[in-house]
Structure formats: C-alpha cells, structure tokens
C-alpha cells in the first residue's frame, strides 16, 4: 500500500499525534531526503556519514578521522575546545562541524525536523522512539523497566571496585563439558549495568583495539557544546557494531515511524514555518544563519 503524503503541517502533527499513541515516551524527530545514496549509489537512509563510501569510492577511517580532528582542532576553534579525556564532548564537536562520524542527528522538534527536511527535494521526516530503541540495545532485560537515557561520560565498566565489595563475592565450580570452570558470584545489586550510550562512544575512540560497544544504536542525550545545538533541541542515536542503516536494524520493532512529505508543498510548508517561528536564523542563531534567512527571503 502506498504511503499518504503529508501536504499540511496539520496533516503531519495529527498523523504523530495518532501514532504516538501507541508509544509511552517523548519521541525524537529527523529530516532528511527520501531517497538519498552515497557515491556507490547505496542508500543513506538514517546511515551515519562515517559508513557512507566517499566520492572516490572509499571507507572512512574513523579513528584516524577523530584523532586528527583533536590534533588540529584547538588552534582553529579556542572557545569551544572540550577538555582533551571528554570524549564524548569530541565526539559531538566533530559530528557538529561536519566530520563524518557514527552519530546520527535528531531533534525534540517536530518543526525543526520538518525544516530540515524541506531544504531537500524529497523531504522525509522520521520520528523515533529513543527510549524503545535502549530498551532494544540492552544487554540485561530487567534493566528495560526504567531504563532512560545514559551518561555519556560515566562508565561502569571502569569505576574500581571497593574492599567492602570484595567481600560479598563468592566462588562456584561448574562443569564445562570436560572441564571444572571457577565462576565469581555477585550480588544483584553489585552489579552496575552497563552504560551503553558510553559503550559506543569508547567503541568510537577504541574500536581498533576492542570491540565494545553495542549490536544496535544507541539514543543520548548530549552536552550542549554549542548555542545552536540548544536552540536546535539535538539529539543523537550513536551506532554501535552494526554499520547498517537505522531504519533496517529496527524494521518491524515499532520504535520508528516514517512521514513523506509532499514534494509540491515545500514552499507553502516553508511559508507555514516562517508563520511559526522557525525559519534559518532561528536554527541557525548567527550571522551565517540571518545572511542565509535573508537571501531566502529577499
């Protein structure tokens, strides 16, 4: 069955409104083209910018990628420079200035997505829910109960253990197959859950010594680094293991939902956003984004 175009942005807003009803957190929003390739001619749709094959053919390296990018970065960029161990914080910088990378971008803002998505000739908006995207990339299941968004600074993984901790620990012997195996046993509440959103930032930096980060994306919120990341209500999914695009590692899950938006309305919706309050310079609060809003207007 085809899908209905969307012509209206009251036509959009009642087809989210319908369809958040089956979801029981705050959905997050992404504008892009509907049919985008790279130059190998693969689709791009809801693929992070580091997995797409450049013009000439090739893979990025994404490691040398982020290691140049802090290298060189502090002299070109004084005042937005994060500490040099945040390295989420790089992350988000590299991802803001345009270096190809395994974030995605989204938006709290359906408006903002729908912008976006009008600046391409076949606009598309997506909407997800983030919180059901973690639940499916947790690794324990009693953790999905409460599960929200982790702390994309803070690893269990590599927080010490303490003396008293020591002492709750037992041992077993098990069978496996021919061999006796010793086994370490720890309370349920010693036990941190992994923090996955910090799992795939740690892959990013350290994936060519170990693989640790997650099969499926993961949803962070991230440290506003920059004005227009604020006013833009950002957010990311980060991939993990998987370099496949978002929408066929979660098809058939219910977390993501797909708007076509009418190619022949793109200058009426752009008209209704102006009327709105969202046009360049609001999503772009600089001097860029008003020399922008102005050619477009004027």
Known sequence: ???????????????????????????????????????????????????????????????RLLQNFRLKAPTLGLDEIPDRNHTDQWLFLAQHFGLPTRLLDWTESLLAALYFALKRSDPVVWMLDPIGLNNLSLDDEYERHDYIFPLT??????????????????????RRGKALQTEFLAPRDLV??????????????EAEKQRVGTDLP???????????????????????????PLSQLVRGKGVLRKY???????????????????????????????????????
């Open 153 to 174: 600074w803070f690893s269990p993984e590599t927080i010490p253990i303490e003396r008293r901790d020591l002492l709750r620990l037992g041992l077993r012997t098990v």
């Open 192 to 205: 941190l859950p992994s923090n996955i959103g910090s799992r795939n930032i740690r892959d990013a930096w």
């Open 1 to 63: 069955m085809a899908q209905r175009v969307v012509k209206s942005i009251t036509d959009l807003v009642s087809r989210v409104e319908l369809d958040l009803n089956q979801w029981t957190s705050l959905p997050w929003f992404r504008g892009e083209s509907n049919y985008p390739n790279d130059s190998g001619g693969n689709s791009t749709q809801l693929l992070p910018k580091l997995y797409r094959t450049t013009q000439d053919g090739r893979n990025h390296n994404e490691n």
């Open 260 to 298: 076509v938006i009418s190619k022949r309305r793109r200058p009426e919706l752009m008209s209704e956003l102006r009327l709105l309050g969202v046009s360049e310079s609001t999503l772009f609060p600089d001097l860029g984004g008003l020399a922008k809003e102005l050619e477009m207007t004027f």
């Open 218 to 244: 993961v949803a962070i919120l991230p440290t506003n680094i920059h004005p227009r990341m604020s006013v833009q209500k950002s957010c990311f999914t980060i991939h993990g293991l998987l370099k496949k």
